[in-house]
């Protein structure tokens, strides 16, 4: 009964672009001030536009599917059941969420860029998490009086295995960001308290798992509205480091 779901999230970051938040190519004394200038005023706006998107993410408090009590299975799981339109529903705010952090991004600021991915990253993971956790009350037809419970199970589990695919789509797209937020700080010598939680976070999925997820943004997944970019770079297994 479950179909795939066009996810509206925002693009893959060009982490190449990020790394430096100015280039400039002379390196006098005045071209440096310049420079140190231009990267502080980024920085400000970032910080800025970071603490208002922030603000969005307040919509994803308590983030829950809920299909509710629907009287049939179609009604519950079917293409326009209540539990993907419930999906559908949270993945929207996630999405919206997401994309004001577009702005932070843009200025290409590494401190704020890296805090940016890393909370689309979180928002990622908690819809992947609310989709694994989707409460399913099955229609009356599938409760007692009605079939024993072990028909019952078995309906529930096919239905959770059928909405695990959407919940590692969700949960490769904040692989992804936590990724590039890594190779970001990796890049500008960064280590805060972002950058660490990003290696954190990576470091609790192993590399085959990131492996995957890395050629699904590359290679890309129309069925998810995944375009694809095989302009990122692959996942090289050991590339963070030491813990």
């Known amino acids: 009964l479950i179909r795939h779901i066009a996810y509206h999230f925002p693009q893959p970051l060009d982490v190449a672009r990020t790394s430096e938040s100015v280039d400039e190519p002379t390196s006098t004394a005045e071209a440096d001030d310049a420079r140190a200038i231009r990267r502080a005023a980024a920085d400000d706006a970032a910080a800025a536009l970071f603490a208002s998107a922030e603000l969005e993410l307040a919509a994803l408090e308590g ?143 192993d590399d085959v798992r990131i492996t995957e997820c890395v050629e699904r943004m590359r290679r890309g997944d129309r069925a998810h509205g995944i375009p694809g970019d095989l302009t990122i770079a692959p996942y090289a297994p050991g590339e963070l480091g030491p813990a």
């Open 63 to 205: 983030l829950a599917i809920a299909p509710g009590h629907p009287d049939s299975l179609e009604a519950l799981a079917g293409p326009g059941g209540t539990l993907l339109t419930s999906i559908r529903d949270a993945a929207a705010l996630v999405a919206r969420a997401n994309a004001a952090f577009d702005g932070v991004i843009a200025l290409r600021s590494p401190r704020w860029t890296i805090a940016a991915l890393v909370r689309r990253a979180a928002a990622y993971e908690t819809l992947a998490t609310a989709i694994r956790n989707a409460p399913l009350r099955l229609p009356p037809t599938l409760t007692p009086p009605g079939p024993p419970v072990g028909v019952r199970a078995d309906v529930e589990a096919r239905i959770r295995a059928a909405l695990e695919p959407e919940a590692q789509v969700i949960e490769c797209l904040g692989l992804y960001n936590y990724l590039s937020a890594s190779r970001v700080a990796r890049s500008g010598g960064l280590a805060d308290t972002d950058a660490r939680a990003a290696d954190a976070r990576l470091r609790s999925y």
